[in-house]
């Protein structure tokens, strides 16, 4: 049987990662921000419109490291649907997660719930990007002015993604990236966070290198969380294809779209027409189908395909948070009905064809 994974990494070709990788057998230079990792840098700068930007080991430690440069405390308003990356950073950065609960329409948080659970404790507000839908940034800079607090995007699912004519690397005080071998742009394992702030930079670059700042200067306890020269040529590669595996997944989406679309009981994400996506994910929505989700799930992986519950479960329903009480119903009801069906680059029309053939007979 012909197994469907839910994703696949994008890949240069074999020759074209060696070439881009056999000077380090000459210089041997294999981490400590060489120039893989500086031209790496560079390069996301322009593509991705934004002033500042540094390069993290993966995007996990990209959240925790801008969350400590921002010299947050007490609580952080969050969204529970998402990855458990989000709110292990908030708590792990001694903070206690607050969970707001997100909209019907997009899966982004609810910007008419934000308010309601600022209290004198709140420092910040990390809101997420999910599936590439863009949260209301707008309302969200406005709330954070209002109450003098931070916006940090967790933009995992978003690279690439433009706005307004804007790339969201620009919104908030921050953005974190994850560059994960299963993501749009992959490095194998990386990250980044992008800022408009400067002084972000030293003390972003203090806590990814044990605040080395001189063979015989440490000015701060920090941790270890470059990203190597391997990875960042990788991400050298799979960014000159860029482009094109966005529209090859941009051609997969639409053909999910022709067939889903009108089905009774199959809600499809939305695509705003001031949105320039990445179709990163192609998650649907059953609700009212013959099938439930977990019944389309099963279904499925009896036929060698692999969707993915995601996000299931809700990270305030981990055992971990089940002493932060946070009423998030939306939320709830989203997470027992989402599936993610399989989308990336290499996909094919004939095993796009297959999925919606099972789903829909």
């Not at 801008?66 to 010299?71: L, M, P, R, T, Y």
């Amino acid at each position: 049987m012909n197994k469907i994974n839910v994703t696949q990494s994008s890949l240069p070709t074999l020759e074209e990662y060696i070439n881009e990788i056999k000077d380090l057998w000459d210089s041997r230079w294999l981490t400590n921000m060489g120039v893989k990792h500086q031209k790496l840098e560079m390069e996301l700068k322009e593509y991705l419109h934004t002033p500042n930007i540094t390069l993290f080991t993966n995007g996990h430690i990209a959240l925790e490291s801008v969350i400590d440069a921002s010299n947050l405390t007490g609580e952080v308003i969050t969204t529970p649907f998402t990855f458990a990356s989000t709110t292990h950073a908030i708590t792990r950065n001694g903070l206690i997660p607050v969970f707001c609960d997100i909209n019907e329409s997009d899966y982004t948080i609810d910007i008419e719930k934000i308010e309601s659970l600022i209290t004198d404790k709140t420092s910040a507000i990390i809101p997420v990007h999910v599936y590439g839908n863009v949260c209301n940034y707008i309302e969200i800079d406005r709330i954070a002015k209002k109450y003098n607090i931070k916006v940090i995007f967790d933009a995992a699912h978003a690279f690439g993604v433009i706005v307004d004519g804007n790339k969201v690397a620009n919104l908030g005080d921050a953005s974190i990236f994850s560059f994960h071998a299963t993501k749009v742009f992959n490095t194998i394992e990386g990250g980044a966070v992008t800022y408009k702030d400067e002084s972000y930079k030293l003390r972003l670059d203090d806590i990814r290198n044990y605040g080395i700042r001189s063979p015989e200067s440490v000015m701060y306890p920090g941790g270890n969380g470059k990203m190597s020269e391997f990875h960042a040529a990788m991400g050298l590669c799979n960014l000159r294809h860029i482009e094109e595996d966005i529209n090859k997944r941009k051609i997969i989406d639409e053909h999910y779209r022709e067939r889903l679309s009108n089905i009774k009981g199959i809600k499809l994400n939305i695509i705003k027409e001031y949105v320039k996506k990445n179709y990163a994910y192609f998650p649907v929505v059953f609700n009212g189908y013959k099938y439930s989700r977990n019944e389309v799930y099963e279904k499925l992986l009896k036929e060698g395909i692999t969707a993915r519950k995601y996000f299931y479960p809700l990270t305030n329903n981990f055992e971990c948070y089940k002493n932060n009480i946070n009423y998030t119903p939306v939320a709830n009801n989203i997470a027992n009905q989402i599936l993610c069906l399989p989308i990336y680059s290499e996909l094919n029309k004939i095993d796009v064809e297959k999925i919606c053939d099972i789903i829909s007979k």
